[in-house]
T-cell receptor, first 116, second 115 residues
Framework: AQTVTQSQPEMSVQEAETVTLSCTYDTSENNYYLFWYKQPPSRQMILVIRQEAYKQQNATENRFSVNFQKAAKSFSLKISDSQLGDTAMYFCAFMNFLTGANNLFFGTGTRLTVIP | KAGVTQTPRYLIKTRGQQVTLSCSPI?????VSWYQQTPGQGLQFLFEYFSETQRNKGNFPGRFSGRQFSNSRSEMNVSTLELGDSALYLC??????????????FGQGTRLTVV
């Protein structure tokens, strides 16, 4: 079974600063995907960034980047130049390559507050 | 194009009743999954449907069931409601279950309160 752990229930960051959210996971699988999802107060989960386990290069999407350490089973999210609209719950998620795209294991989330 | 639509948005039910929630996936998407989100347990996978067949199931009691119709719309049903079933129920759709389609698109959820 896969488990995803987010050890930071809450974090805050000043606007325009950088913040890093942590995620570790446990799996015996070799092929998988990792995701960061954002859930604003509207409740709709929005995909922020994804990482394929077979790729060594860390994924980047504009201000969002990850630090993927496969051996350590660590997958942290870095948000640069934080904006007020980044305030949300952030969930780390795992997808087994075999079970497919729509069967995700989520961490418990980190509530991020961007302070003006 | 329209996103994932879940109805109703809010629902209040009494213990012992049953409830049916509906999810319309993005047009062309054929895989639909359901998740339960609670403050205590976080987000947990309920089940996934593809081509009207349940493809995967999470660790939930048999009171939780679902189905998918030929137009890919899905419903989930919870019978004999318990207070602990109070949660946000999220639906997600993807083109197919294949991992090449790695993005699952979520609806805004149905907030179920059991009193």
């Amino acid at each position: 079974a896969q488990t995803v752990t987010q050890s930071q229930p809450e974090m805050s960051v000043q606007e325009a600063e950088t913040v890093t959210l942590s995620c570790t996971y446990d799996t015996s699988e070799n092929n998988y995907y990792l995701f960061w999802y954002k859930q604003p107060p509207s409740r709709q989960m929005i995909l922020v960034i994804r990482q394929e386990a077979y790729k060594q290069q860390n994924a980047t999407e504009n201000r969002f980047s990850v630090n993927f350490q496969k051996a350590a089973k660590s997958f942290s999210l870095k948000i640069s130049d934080s904006q007020l609209g980044d305030t949300a719950m952030y969930f780390c998620a795992f997808m087994n390559f075999l079970t497919g795209a729509n069967n995700l294991f989520f961490g418990t989330g980190t509530r991020l507050t961007v302070i003006p | 194009k329209a996103g994932v639509t879940q109805t109703p948005r809010y629902l209040i039910k009494t213990r012992g009743q049953q409830v049916t929630l509906s999810c319309s996936p993005i047009s062309g998407h054929r895989s639909v999954s359901w998740y339960q989100q609670t403050p205590g347990q976080g987000l947990q996978f309920l089940f996934e449907y593809f081509s009207e067949t349940q493809r995967n199931k999470g660790n939930f009691p048999g009171r939780f069931s679902g189905r998918q119709f030929s137009n890919s719309r899905s419903e989930m049903n919870v019978s004999t409601l318990e207070l602990g079933d109070s949660a946000l129920y999220l639906c997600a759709s993807s083109l197919t279950p294949e991992t090449v389609n790695t993005e699952a698109f979520f609806g805004q959820g149905t907030r179920l309160t059991v009193v």
